[in-house]
C-alpha cells in the first residue's frame, strides 16, 4: 500500500455541483503534498497548522544556541552561525528539544518523509527527500532569496530567506536523502538555534523519536486490523495491507482509500457488465461509509472523508466516479 494524495491526484478527483469548496478545504488542509515538484511553500497538513503560517513569536532566550548567539553581538549572518553543535549525522533529523511537540509525520519509502514540530504558533518543518532531488529544489528556493552558507548538523547546508519570521535550510545530500528544514513564527536568530538543536538519525531509527501518538512499525499492523474490521470489503479484498505511514491520519487515508478503489472497481467493472448484483453490492458497502469509524475519528482533523463520501454518493446515484484512481492513489 502506497497510496500518497497528491495535489495533482485530488485535483482529479470528481467535485460535483456545491463542491468546489470542498476541494479547496481539501488542498488547503489535507495531506497533500507534490512529491515530486518543489514547492515554494510547504504543504500544510492540516486545519490547526495552516495557523500557524505566518505567526511571529520569539524564541525562548533559554535555547543554548540563543544565548551562544547573543554572545556574539550585532547582526548575525548564516557565515557567522556554524550550525554544526548538534550530535548526529543521519540521513534525516529530528528536533529534540523541551516544549516542541510533533504534531505530524508522513513516511514514504520512495519520496521521503517529513515531520513537524510546534510550539505555540512555531512551526519546524523537516523533510527528507530523495538525493536526485536536490539540485531541483536548490534551483526553485534560489528564486525565494539569496542562499546563504552555513552548516547543519555539521554538513554544508544554505540558509533561503522567505521574510523574517520564516527561513528554510537544505543541506547537501547525506545517504539517499536531502534534507530540508523550515521554521516559521520566529526570526532568524532564533530559527539558527532551533537548527542546533536538530539530531540526525536513520530512516530506521525514527520510531523510537514518535510520541505515543503516532503509529510504530511494530504497532501498524494492529491499527490497520483495527481500522479494517467494522468496514466492508470487496470479496477477494487483501487485509493485510502494508503502510509505512506513522500518522494515524494518513494511515486511515491510506486504508480506507485502498478500500474504496477497491470498491470503486468493481462497482464500474459490474455497471460494465451489467451485473446488477454486484452493483448493488458495492452501493450498500460504500453506502455505510459514514458510519466507518475511522473516518468519524479523522473527519475532525482533515477533510478526507468527504472525499469519501462524496465518492460514496456518486456510487449510491449509480456513477463511476472519475479521477478516484489518481486522487486516492489506486493500485493499477
Known sequence: MNRKITDAGVAGLPVHEGRAELLEEIMAITPLESVT??????????RRLVSVIGAAAAVAAVLAGVVWLGS??????AEDVPVAKAPGTGEIAVLDIDGW??????IDKEYGGEVRYEKGE???????????EYDSYVTDREDVSAPEALEVLGRPAQLFTYSANDHAVIREVVGDFMLEVRGQGMDK???LALLGQLVGIEPADLDSHLPASFVTATERPAAIAEMLEPIPVPDGFDRTLSSEE???YQLGAEVTGAVVCAWVKDFAAAKESGDAAAVRAAQAALATSRDWPILK???SEGDFPDVVWDI???VGRGEVPEGTEEGLGCDA
Open 297 to 299: 475519528e479523522m473527519d
Open 312 to 314: 460514496a454518493d456518486q
Open 122 to 132: 512555531q512551526g519546524l518543518d523537516i523533510h527528507w527527500r530523495p538525493a536526485a
Open 246 to 248: 506513522v500518522d494515524r
Open 37 to 46: 515538484t518543489p514547492s515554494p511553500t510547504p504543504p500544510s497538513k492540516r
Open 72 to 77: 556574539q553581538g550585532g547582526a548575525q549572518t
Open 189 to 191: 536568530t532564533g530559527y
Open 101 to 106: 511537540d510533533m504534531t505530524y509525520s508522513s
